[in-house]
């Protein structure tokens, strides 16, 4: 069915599923009393097992698979992916990893049988993702995106998101420290999707990348005004119950991921979708086109 040209589409994707359990219950209570639509599981996760037997009870919840290269342990034998782990058999933290990725240190054919491994563990549970994204956007990295993209089709799964802020209203109310990460994966995704080959469907817009993680009510209600009409838009959020580990108000702390749920499951978040007239979404439905 196409879409209609007066109602504004809207997938809300909550990253890191499979990480941890106070990740994976906000998620899944989000999705049955908010306007969460989608999640993306990470088989790296700690958590991993339970959200895929949850996920199984929950066929409305669309499912991605978050493409994870750094903080985790790996999928594959550690002897496998030997460029892509440290001496503990772990992944680097992300500024190491993404500056051994810049400078070519990370072996392709490495990142890519582990990102398969990822995607495969993720089928084998009997699931059927309907998009790749990346933990912390390494996916767009154009290095290794069309890669990606390419392991994606190889697994059926026609979609992926396309991490970029192309809006001068995607940065207000956000840290100024925050933007020239974010104009970055923006060059860096927009590379990805030139030089990738495959026909890969994406949203229209990516909406909350430079709130990452700090997303409350106020600016939701903002954002949902300014979708656009025809279009399918992606909301990025990270809810949890505020139980994990990690100081409060730190960096996609705890308090702020649990002010992330509390937004996506306030009552006022639905009636704004009603009255700007969104109808929400997977990207099941962007890959029908």
């Not at 106070?22 to 049955?32: C, N, T, V, W, Y």
């Not at 949890?240 to 009552?267: I, N, T």
């Amino acid at each position: 069915m196409p879409l209609d040209p007066a109602t504004r589409y809207l997938i809300v994707n909550a990253d890191d599923l499979g990480m941890h359990a106070s990740f994976d219950g906000a998620i899944f209570d989000a999705h049955e009393r908010g306007i969460l639509t989608s999640a993306s599981l990470a088989a790296t996760g700690t958590s991993f097992a339970a959200a895929c037997e949850r996920a199984r009870r929950t066929w409305t919840l669309g499912l991605g698979v978050h493409l994870v290269l750094h903080d985790e342990r790996p999928v594959s034998d550690p002897a496998r992916v030997r460029t892509l782990v440290g001496p503990d058999g772990r992944f680097p933290g992300l500024h190491v990893q993404l500056r051994r990725l810049l400078l070519g240190r990370l072996d392709k054919d490495e990142i890519a049988r582990e990102w398969n491994a990822q995607i495969q563990k993720v089928r084998d549970e009997g699931l059927q993702p309907d998009h790749i994204d990346g933990h912390c956007h390494l996916h767009a990295m154009p290095s290794i995106g069309p890669l990606a993209h390419h392991l994606a089709r190889q697994h059926g799964i026609r979609c992926a998101r396309a991490s970029e802020a192309t809006r001068l209203a995607e940065f207000r109310g956000t840290p100024p420290g925050r933007w020239p990460v974010s104009l970055f994966i923006t060059a860096a995704s927009r590379a990805t999707w030139a030089l990738s080959r495959q026909a890969m469907a994406r949203p229209a817009r990516f909406v909350g990348m430079v709130k990452s993680g700090d997303l409350d009510l106020a600016w939701l209600l903002a954002a949902l005004e300014r979708l656009e009409p025809g279009k399918v838009s992606e909301l990025l959020c990270h809810p949890s119950l505020g139980v994990e580990p990690g100081e409060p108000w730190g960096d996609h702390g705890p308090a702020r991921r649990r002010r992330e749920y509390e937004a996506l499951v306030d009552p006022r978040a639905k009636a704004a979708l009603a009255e700007a007239r969104v109808e929400l979404a997977t990207y099941a439905r962007l890959a029908r086109g």
